[in-house]
Structure formats: C-alpha cells, structure tokens
C-alpha cells in the first residue's frame, strides 16, 4: 500500500488499467508503443492511500512521495520503463511476459481512500490484508498506547514533530520528526506519543 506523504501540483500515479483492458490489448500496447494509453492516470495529494494487491499495475511518477508498507518479497516484474536506461547506459531489464501472466486484468480488491478525515486521537484504518495493517494517527496531545504482544510495531513519521516515550528500568524517550521509521518490539508494552504529529501504525494481523 502506498499512503502520499507529499505531492507536487498536478501529480498522478498509474494504478492499474483502463477500462476494458484484457491481456491481448496490454500486449498489443507494449508492441506497438501505446502502453500509457492502457493505463490508468490517478491524480494524488497529500493523504491520499492505494492499496495495492498483488496483480495490479502500478507506477509512482514525477513528484510524488510515499510511504510503502507492504508484504516481504523480493519479486518485481518491470512490465515498461518509459524507454530509460540503466546505470551502465543501457536500457533495464523487463519482464513482459510475466507481467502479462500474473497482472489482474479484472481487479484484485484495489482500493484508495482519502484520509483528512481522521480523527485526532484515534486510528483510522487504511488497509487490511492477511500480511499487514495500516492506521493513521494524529497527534495533538499525550496519547497513551500499547503493543500488541503477537506482532512487533512499526511507526512512520508523515508530518509534523513530537516525543516517543516508554518506560522499563527507568523513562526513555525519543524525538519525533517527519520522515523517521521506528520499530517498537512486540514485548515493549506500555508506550506514549506526544506533541503535534501524523504517524502510520502498522503490524501483523
């Protein structure tokens, strides 16, 4: 899933295909050149979540920054590469055919969601699947929280500043600031956020 940190004025990711796209028509389309055509251009702004499932053709343009949280794997099919070339001046590697076997023609539960109406204090929830969840969270005040015993935390800092605190011999706490990641152990237990900040929870389900 991709939730949009920042984006620039009139950025757009790809996010699947158009309408009516089968596998001959994706083929014919990076044959003959007319690939852009077949898929679909999605305008972003700050906020805005994409959950992607496995299948489902997606691409981050010009001026768009995102979180990514997503299942531990190592496979990437690079279905087209606007033509670019690699770092040794060549054009990079793709996977056309495998692309072409394993992209969900008919959807595969792609969703997307804006989230500026979080409420400061709870966790909204952006994404659910067998492998991970999402929330967002605002900070404006002391908010006292917990790990879950089965699943470590991961925290990502979207936006603004404030503190992390957790106690075990004696108090500690750290400083939050946009852009950080922390990993809080399953057996943490006991832990606090303050200050003015958005972060993204996730964990296992």
Sequence with gaps: MWYVLDA???????YGLNEGV????????LENGTVMDTLRQVPVEAGDTFFIPAGTVHALCAGVVVAEIQQNSDTTYRIYDYNRPGLDGK???LHVEDSLNVTAYEGAGASTMK?????????LK???CPYFVVEKGIVTERWELSTN???????????????????????????????????????LGSYTLDGNTTVLRSYLP
């Design 8 to 14: 620039k004025p009139g950025a757009h990711i790809i």
């Design 22 to 29: 089968d596998r001959a028509t994706l083929k014919e389309a």
């Design 91 to 93: 054009p990079r590697e």
């Design 115 to 123: 989230t500026n109406n979080a409420t400061p204090g709870e966790w």
């Design 126 to 128: 952006l994404a659910e």
């Design 149 to 187: 015993p089965d699943s470590f935390t991961i925290l990502v800092v979207c936006e603004g500043e404030g503190t992390l605190e957790w106690a075990h011999a004696e108090s500690d706490s750290i400083e939050l600031k946009a852009g950080q990641c922390y990993l809080l152990p399953a057996n």
